[in-house]
């Protein structure tokens, strides 16, 4: 999903890279657009539910602009009743943003538990810190929600949501991210440990643990092959190619059906 960290092992002869978290939401990086209004709950992409079970343990945003009006408020909130626009606060953090890329870690006691279907909002009394990005909606059900002027918002409260009128932004990226533990109650996903990797010291001996000999290789690979697969992203858009790179491939397939196209009529008009 992003270029900074990655959702599942790369392996390289001797070495590997892995992370120990999962993300949920959109890359946060510097996007053109501000939100002007103000006092509004925003659900960004009601159809990017989270996949699974999990914790939010943190949350990475990137603010354009911070003044004392710019806060803002991370929300997850679960559909009550989704035909109709209606969802449940599940749980919330307050961050007061710093300018730029920001990692906001949750206190152990306000971590975040959702479930599959939960969906991210975010709520600004004043002013919204948080750029985001206009993008093609794929079907109508993908324009963000919002809900001007909300009540008292606690957990648990059931609100009714809006959806946005059809406009070319109305599909929206905000750059905002929640950061889930590893390890969650997910049959799917687990933690997996990269086989190149040197074992754990041991902390009285300073001398490395012993491991177990592989007896069946072949047992062996196909052990790691199920743990790979089970580490593979979380989220759809870490299996999606960046948007400018689909450009460049479309791009180059043109440029190329265009020079094919140029020889054969120069062939033609030259027999």
Request: with cysteine.
């Amino acid at each position: 999903m992003y270029n900074h960290g990655v959702m599942f092992p790369i392996l390289f002869p001797g070495f590997c890279i892995f992370t120990d978290s999962r993300w949920f939401g959109h890359e946060a990086v510097l996007r053109p657009i501000e939100d002007k209004d103000r006092n509004v709950v925003v659900i960004p992409d009601p159809q990017q539910t989270a996949l699974a079970d999990g914790v939010i343990v943190a949350w990475r945003i990137y603010a354009k602009v911070i003044s004392v009006e710019h806060n803002v408020s991370l929300e997850v909130w679960r559909p009550s009743n989704a035909a109709r626009n209606q969802y449940t606060l599940v749980g919330k953090t307050f961050v007061i943003p710093r300018l730029r890329f920001q990692l906001e870690p949750i206190q152990p006691a306000h971590y975040i538990h959702i479930r599959q279907g939960d969906v991210l909002a975010i709520y600004y009394p004043e002013k919204n810190p948080i750029p985001w990005s206009p993008v093609p909606c794929a079907y109508p059900a993908q324009r963000h929600l919002f809900l001007e002027r909300p009540p008292e918002m606690s957990i648990g409260k059931t609100l009714h949501f809006t959806r946005s009128a059809h406009s070319r932004t109305a599909c929206r990226h905000y750059s905002v991210t929640a950061v889930l533990a590893n390890k969650t109650n997910s049959k799917v996903i687990q933690d997996w440990i990269c086989p190149n990797a040197r074992p754990p010291q041991d902390e009285h001996h300073g001398a490395e643990r012993k491991t177990e000999p592989v007896l069946n290789n072949r047992n062996h690979k196909k052990s790691n092959n199920r743990k790979t697969l089970r580490s593979r992203p979380s989220s759809v858009d870490d299996a999606v190619l960046p948007v400018h790179l689909i450009l460049i491939i479309i791009g180059s397939l043109l440029l190329l059906f265009c020079v094919i196209g140029f020889i054969s009529y120069y062939h033609a008009m030259k027999s």
